[in-house]
């Protein structure tokens, strides 16, 4: 079964860090895109990171250019984000989504989420 | 950041033809692919619509896509109750150098 669970949400202080992780399984992580995605309170989906199949190219939302460095390690099935310099309005539910083959073709596969809230 | 615009709202009866539209521009969906998710609170989003019109495996006949130039729309018939839920179209920007979401539709079964 093709799977993305995220794990590392929590509370954190504006101004502060966190790193989510996200581990695949059933399928070849190395050969596909991924994201995250996330959801804040009452609002729509908004993608804020991709990053190639090998790691080589990644993409931000304006919106966390320069906060957020999104990265992967192909050995290991993992999928990370570190958000730095957090502020209220990165709370939200963070998804890990695998795309369907390269960034443009979209998302086919979503995890369960991760809350993060910021505030102090 | 959304770039694509959907209606906030549609509804109708169980049983009725209810469609959504997600209008973007040249650098969006007039260059690229389209997908449909759909969202219920609290769960992950699905992937109910890819490349414009395709279905994935597991997803009823009554969803259906479409796109013309610069905009695309979904079709939900025979509308259940289970089909309650927000909808949102999304596609690849290259002025943006990102995937954007549309502002979302949300669907009441009446």
């Known amino acids: 079964e093709v799977q993305v669970v995220e794990s590392g949400g929590g509370l954190v202080q504006p101004g502060g860090s966190l790193r989510l992780s996200c581990a695949a399984s059933?399928?070849?992580?190395?050969?596909?895109?991924m994201s995250w995605v996330r959801q804040a309170p009452g609002k729509g989906l908004e993608w804020v990171s991709g990053?190639?199949?090998?790691?080589?190219?990644?993409y931000n939302a304006d919106s966390v250019k320069g906060r957020f460095t999104i990265s992967r390690d192909n050995s290991k099935n993992t999928l990370d984000l570190q958000m730095n310099s957090v502020r209220a309005e990165d709370t939200a539910v963070y998804y890990c989504?695998?795309?369907?083959?390269?960034?443009?073709?979209?998302?086919?596969?979503w995890g369960q989420g991760t809350t993060v809230t910021v505030s102090s | 950041q959304s770039v694509q615009t959907q209606p906030p709202s549609a509804s109708g009866t169980p049983g009725q033809r209810v469609t959504m539209s997600c209008s973007g521009g040249?650098?969006?969906?007039?260059?690229?692919?389209v997908n449909w998710y759909q969202h219920l609170p609290g769960t992950a989003p699905k992937l109910l619509i890819y490349?414009?019109?395709q279905r994935p495996s597991g997803v009823p006949d009554r969803f259906s896509g479409s796109k013309s130039g610069t905009s695309a729309s979904l079709a939900i018939s025979g509308l259940q109750s289970e089909d309650e839920a927000d909808y949102y179209c999304?596609?690849?920007?290259?002025?943006?150098?990102?995937?954007?979401f549309g502002t979302g539709t949300k669907v009441a079964v009446l």
């Open positions: 040249s650098s969006n969906i007039g260059s690229n692919t």
């Open positions: 059933g399928f070849t992580f190395s050969s596909h895109d």
């Open positions: 999304a596609v690849w920007d290259d002025s943006l150098n990102g995937y954007v």
């Open positions: 990053i190639s199949h090998n790691g080589g190219r990644t």
């Open positions: 490349s414009n019109n």
């Open positions: 989504a695998k795309m369907v083959s390269r960034s443009r073709d979209g998302v086919d596969v």
